[in-house]
């Protein structure tokens, strides 16, 4: 499919569309081995070459995929000025620029999604599209059944209203209980908050599900890329339509 050249430089990450039309002013944009300055000109990104100041320019291909973040990471890339590890370290080995779609705590493990598709990233964040972040927690105490069903209608926290998709009691260890525990939206610490508010601090968090797409048995610190099974899964949920041949990995 043809696009405006601007367009395509957007897509390619090299300007914006407004400083593509200078580039192309400039005469520095070729196309197929021509300077091309009129600012109508299209392109087909799958057929024609394109060269700003010589050098070929393409559209990156989407990468997903999923990281099974280990405690005591924080959940950015680059380096941390405080000298804390952080999930560069682990997903250095995948050349695409890819993003953590959301953040999990420094102590928190399990289920991180990286793409450089902002607009998955932003559907799977965003509570409207109720995309469900399952979480496994270790609390203090014994939680008794009876305070499932006063969790399950949900409690004020100093932002907001908090309430789950679900809540349920895994087993019990000792004096501590493992609870799943689902939300669709992403506030900060909202599971350790919502826990805390109910009398059971969290001992130690796991994300093991966003939406259809579920940890598994991937190593602590390893990443694979999402199945096509799982990208077709995903993208229903969030009402997007999925492009296999957009995909790179
Ligand atoms: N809720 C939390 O409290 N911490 C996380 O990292 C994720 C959800």
Redesign the pocket.
Known sequence: MEVRLNRFLSMCGVASRRKADQLIKEGRVKVNGEVVTSLGVKVDPEVDRVEVDGKEVKIPRKRYIILNKPPYYL?QLGESPDGRRTIQELIKDVPERVYPV????Y??EGLLILTNDGELANRIMHPRYKLP?V?VALVKGVVPRNKLKRMRQGTELEDGFARPDDVKILRYEGPRTWVQIT?HE?????????LGKFGHP?IR?I?TAIGPVRLGDLPQGKWRDLTERELRRLFKAVGLKYSPQEVSG
């Not at 959301?102 to 705590?105: A, I, P, T, V």
Request: glycine content about 10%; overall charge positive; proline content about 0%.
């Open positions: 959940t959301g953040r999990l705590d102590n928190t972040k979480y939300f992403g506030r900060k610490h909202l599971v350790k908050r919502f969290v968090l994300r």
